[in-house]
């Protein structure tokens, strides 16, 4: 079973940044997609970032130009990157891999305070 852990969430200002990692356990990682999601309190889970496994990246237009999301498959790790956060961007981030398996991690805490 791959294992998906996520870290870097905390408590910041807006106007500040994070970094999010996403460790895999499993030999998969490098031909599979890598994803984030965030789920805000009261709202559904969105897609936040997505790193295919060939590299290419889209994000949701909420957060582009201000997320960057890249991998590193010799660490089988994925992450994101926030800059310029937002209160709006408060939330539990998770992160998500596919179309082999299709594993979630636990989620990290994201605040955003004004």
């Known amino acids: 079973q791959v294992q998906l852990v996520e870290s870097g969430g905390g408590l910041v200002q807006a106007g500040g940044s994070l970094r999010l990692s996403c460790a895999a356990s499993?030999?998969?990682?490098?031909?599979?997609?890598m994803g984030w999601y965030r789920q805000a309190p009261g709202k559904q889970r969105e897609l936040v970032a997505v790193i295919t496994s060939g590299g290419n990246t889209n994000y949701a237009d909420s957060v582009k130009a201000r997320f960057t999301i890249s991998r590193d498959n010799a660490k089988n790790t994925v992450y994101l990157q926030m800059n310029s956060l937002k209160v709006e961007d408060t939330g539990v981030y998770y992160c998500?891999?596919?179309?082999?398996?299709?594993?979630w991690g636990q989620g990290t805490q994201v605040t955003v305070s004004s």
């Open positions: 499993g030999s998969i990682f490098s031909i599979n997609n």
């Open positions: 998500h891999t596919w179309p082999y398996g299709g594993y």
